[in-house]
């Protein structure tokens, strides 16, 4: 056992590393500023919008807290779409052998009896899993999460201040992004724009607007 974790240990370090080659020829400090342009770049994006789930992994069980972040996502897109008149969706996923085959599976049933807060009726197909090597929008849908991340993790402000304009918002809420804590006591930024009380509910409001079109979901 001890030999088959090291053994996935290398092959994911291996991996992870094989990612940053063509980077390393920066210095930190270039590597800092290339993350900081990206973010500034997405800021300025009027035309995309962001949704996230923030998990406290200590409050959430880590066997299911991966599919409980998807449903979460996936439901929030459903129902921006539905807000966008007759909007239609597709979800474009970075490859993870892992769990591409589990994650269709869950779409499918999504499509067929819902997610546990609503219908799947504006997002069309089973997720398209692409190479993030060879697909920069899903590289700068990894930004965003690492942006998120560094914020909830360590209160950093330098790339979570950048994208946070670019989160849904819908009847003054900050929607697009819900910090997932548990029964624990909340009092973050993101909490409180998202308008979470204390039973954990929020009221539904926001105008339909007509937009035919369809969206993608990079994740
Ligand atoms: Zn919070």
Known sequence: MARSRTRTGLRKLTKNHSKTAEYLHLTREQR??????????????????????????????????????????????????????????????????????????????????????????????????????????????????????RFCEKGERLLWDRIVGRFDVKGGHLVGIRHFTGRSSWSCEICTAHGRSSSGGRRQQGAARS????HLLVA
């Open 211 to 214: 937009n035919r079109r369809v």
């Open 32 to 149: 800092r500023a290339v993350v900081e342009e990206l973010a500034e770049l997405i800021s300025g994006w009027a035309d995309a919008v962001l949704f996230t789930e923030a998990q406290d992994k200590t409050r959430a069980p880590s066997d299911k807290s991966f599919d409980f972040a998807f449903e979460q996502v996936v439901t929030r897109f459903n129902t921006f779409l539905g807000s966008r008149g007759q909007s239609l969706g597709i979800i474009v996923q970075d490859n993870n052998s892992t769990v591409a085959s589990r994650l269709t599976a869950t779409m499918r049933r999504y499509h067929s009896t819902g997610t546990r807060w609503s219908e799947i009726d504006r997002i069309i197909e089973t997720p398209l899993f692409v190479d993030s090597h060879l697909t920069s929008m899903v590289q700068l849908a990894d930004l965003c999460a690492h942006a998120v991340r």
